[in-house]
C-alpha cells in the first residue's frame, strides 16, 4: 500500500516522523466521545407528591484509536499497529 492510499484511507496523518534512513512513520490519533441522556416521568414521585416531574441521568464515554504506519524507503507501508482504549 502507498502513502497515497493510506491518505485516501485514513486521512491526513497527526504526526509525521522521520528515522535515520530518512523513513517516514506517520501516527493517527482518533478520539470519539459518545453521550447518552436518558429521561423517565414522574412514575412513583407522581404518587407521593401528587405532581408531574421528569428526571434523567447521562452517561458519556469516551474511545481512542492510535495507528502507527510505517513506511519503507519508497513510500510503501512496511508495517503497522494499533491501540485502542475506553474510559
Known sequence: MTSEQVVEALGSPNMVTTDSQ?????????VSTN??????????WL????AGG???SLSQNQRTLTIIVKFNS???VRDFAYR???F
Open 22 to 30: 530518512r523513513r517516514e512513520t506517520w501516527v493517527y490519533d482518533k
Open 35 to 44: 453521550v447518552q441522556y436518558s429521561k423517565s416521568n414522574g412514575g412513583v
Open 47 to 50: 404518587l407521593l407528591f401528587g
Open 54 to 56: 421528569s428526571a434523567g
Open 74 to 76: 519508497d513510500g510503501r
Open 84 to 86: 485502542t482504549s475506553s
